[in-house]
């Protein structure tokens, strides 16, 4: 899991060839102005899903993991907690992984909380279990989905 600016985009380019299409995407649209929903980049490889939605309290954390693509989200306004655990410490899993929707989620409680505000972002890989959406309020998100080249 990665926390940070999105002025230190830079830093990243390294870990996943399609990071920096990702930070460019960024840097050149206006994210305000954003329909909510996806948009394609570079078709399943490359995507973002553009979100508006109300946060749930802390004690609502529904951890998931995905396999094929890593997470990159960017809170674009408002602010939104996430809790994190590591994926091997997950043992209580609600049912099987969904791969149409690459997912899983699990009963377990986040090992620790951080929070995202506007111009921060946090990059998770399939061995990093998330709970997004914790918070008060509203909040206008950008989750890139990074697929993973296995």
């Known amino acids: 899991m990665i926390l940070d600016s999105t002025k230190n985009a830079e830093r990243y380019y390294a870990l ?3 990071l920096r299409r990702v930070f460019d995407y ?3 649209t206006d994210l305000a102005q954003l ?3 996806r948009h394609d980049i570079d078709g399943d490889n490359l995507f973002v899903n553009v979100s508006e939605l109300e946060l749930r309290p802390l004690e ?3 951890l ?3 396999n ?3 997470d990159v989200q960017v809170v674009v306004g408002g602010e939104e907690t996430f809790g994190w655990s590591e ?3 997950c043992h209580r899993a609600e049912g099987e992984f969904d791969a149409e929707r690459d997912i899983l989620f699990y009963e377990d409680r986040p090992q620790t909380f951080y929070t995202l505000r506007a111009g921060q972002f946090t990059i998770l890989f399939p061995e990093d279990a998330h ?3 914790l918070g008060e309020g509203c909040v206008r998100k950008l989750i890139f989905k990074v697929a993973l080249d296995r």
Request: charged share 20%.
């Open 16 to 18: 996943l060839p399609r």
């Open 26 to 28: 960024i840097a050149t």
């Open 35 to 37: 329909e909510v929903g």
């Open 60 to 62: 609502a954390a529904h």
């Open 64 to 66: 998931e993991v995905h």
């Open 68 to 70: 094929r693509y890593v």
């Open 87 to 89: 994926r091997c410490n």
């Open 131 to 133: 709970a997004p959406m």
